[in-house]
């Protein structure tokens, strides 16, 4: 009887050591697994629940999402995207653009209840993509020139969101959702800094640019349009799309002001870029080229990007037309008087002056605007 009691005793003992391990093991493993997961948390609950991701189209032909090299052609379009999680692929940010991806969806959540009324952001029509061994490539103009335009363009062509070094809320909330992202997991990032000052040179590997230029006469007008609309609540027509009066221009002194100030920005912003230029990949963009044919300027910016397309796709996907942030024209009446004009033309000489001096012509053709 003792025999079979202390064989008993020395069984539960053994069972009950190995509960005890097991419970430890167990707990320890739970806590190794939330760790790694939070490496790379999902946005924040109150935006998760208010961010509806838009479904996208099933996914055909090539879905290799192996890193690629530099130089390889970037084939992750809208319609051969591999397999996500999610419809904008967010397991291709970085972790630094994951945090970038929150931060600007927070506030432009904040900025939809506060104006809109609403919590629900657009996410538009655009996934990010896998960024190892790609360049990254700024996409860049003076502010008016038509940036925001081109975003939607490619966006809308290729199905690959743009960023951004900015967080404009209300694009965000106007279905951008690479607003805030710098990287390489987004096809081209906005900017409207010079290279080598600002914003800008937080980026590191930067290596190529899209600059995209327009008539100082338009541009000045755009942004100055930009400028004193700012604060619209209409949510059909973001800042980016509406225009003022005839009392804003002319011999108003604030218009009077900041046209000597920006005309000069305009021309330091042609001569960095020309400059930069001669030194990396930079494709250069007319604004009234890319007015006139859309689809050609397109499939320019397309084939520099790398990205993959096919001529079909390009022109379908144009035919809807995007001009939600491109103002069609600008009012009829002359935005100004003899004196600005003849100072305009005066910036547009010496900038041509300039760029000869330094060799860059062949780079940006200014003569355009003499």
Same mark, same amino acid.
């Given at each position: 009887?003792? $025999?079979?009691?202390?064989?008993?005793?020395?069984?539960?003992?053994? %069972?009950?050591? #190995?509960?005890?391990?097991?419970?430890?093991?167990?707990?320890?493993?739970?806590?190794?697994?939330?760790?790694?997961?939070?490496?790379?948390?999902?946005?924040?609950?109150?935006?998760?629940? $208010?961010? +509806? @991701?838009?479904?996208? &189209? &099933?996914?055909?032909?090539?879905?290799?999402?192996?890193?690629?090299?530099?130089?390889?052609?970037?084939?992750? *379009? @809208?319609?051969?995207?591999?397999?996500?999680?999610?419809? @904008?692929? @967010?397991?291709? #940010?970085? +972790? *630094?653009?994951?945090?970038?991806?929150? +931060?600007?969806?927070?506030?432009?959540? *904040? #900025?939809?209840?506060?104006?809109?009324?609403? $919590?629900? %952001? =657009?996410?538009?029509?655009?996934?990010?993509?896998?960024?190892?061994?790609?360049?990254?490539?700024?996409?860049?103009?003076?502010?008016? =020139?038509?940036?925001?335009?081109?975003?939607g363009l490619l966006e809308m062509t290729s199905g690959i969101c743009t960023g951004s070094i900015y967080c404009d809320f209300s694009l965000r909330s106007n279905g951008f959702a690479g607003e805030g992202v710098r990287g390489s997991s987004v096809i081209a990032f906005k900017t409207h800094n010079s290279p080598g000052g600002g914003q800008i040179s937080r980026v590191k590997h930067y290596e190529a640019a899209v600059y995209i230029i327009r008539s100082p006469w338009d541009t000045l007008v755009a942004e100055w349009n930009r400028k004193n609309t700012a604060n619209s609540s209409v949510r059909n027509e973001t800042k980016h799309s509406l225009s003022v009066g005839v009392e804003y221009f002319g011999s108003n002194q604030e218009w009077e002001s900041y046209l000597h100030t920006w005309a000069d920005r305009w021309q330091n912003s042609v001569i960095k870029w020309a400059n930069f230029g001669k030194q990396r990949p930079l494709l250069v963009v007319y604004f009234e080229d890319l007015k006139a044919n859309v689809t050609g300027e397109v499939e320019r910016m397309l084939d520099f990007l790398q990205v993959s397309y096919s001529r079909e796709q390009v022109e379908e996907r144009l035919e809807q037309n995007f001009n939600f942030f491109k103002r069609s024209h600008h009012r009829e009446f002359e935005h100004y008087t003899t004196e600005q004009r003849a100072y305009i033309t005066q910036v547009v000489a010496k900038t041509k002056q300039e760029l000869e001096n330094s060799d860059s012509t062949g780079i940006i053709q200014i003569e355009r605007y003499t």
């Open positions: 009887m003792a $025999a079979h009691l202390r064989v008993f005793i020395a069984v539960v003992s053994v %069972l009950t050591l #190995l509960c005890v391990s097991y419970l430890i093991l167990g707990s320890d493993f739970k806590i190794h697994q939330t760790k790694t997961i939070s490496r790379a948390p999902l946005v924040k609950d109150a935006v998760l629940n $208010a961010v +509806k @991701l838009q479904p996208q &189209p &099933p996914s055909r032909g090539n879905t290799d999402t192996s890193p690629m090299k530099e130089g390889q052609q970037l084939s992750q *379009s @809208l319609s051969t995207r591999g397999p996500c999680a999610d419809s @904008l692929c @967010l397991e291709y #940010l970085s +972790k *630094s653009e994951r945090r970038e991806f929150d +931060k600007c969806t927070s506030k432009g959540v *904040s #900025l939809s209840k506060k104006r809109f009324k609403s $919590a629900t %952001l =657009s996410n538009g029509i655009c996934h990010f993509v896998n960024g190892a061994g790609r360049r990254r490539v700024a996409l860049a103009s003076f502010p008016g =020139s038509g940036n925001t335009w081109v975003r």
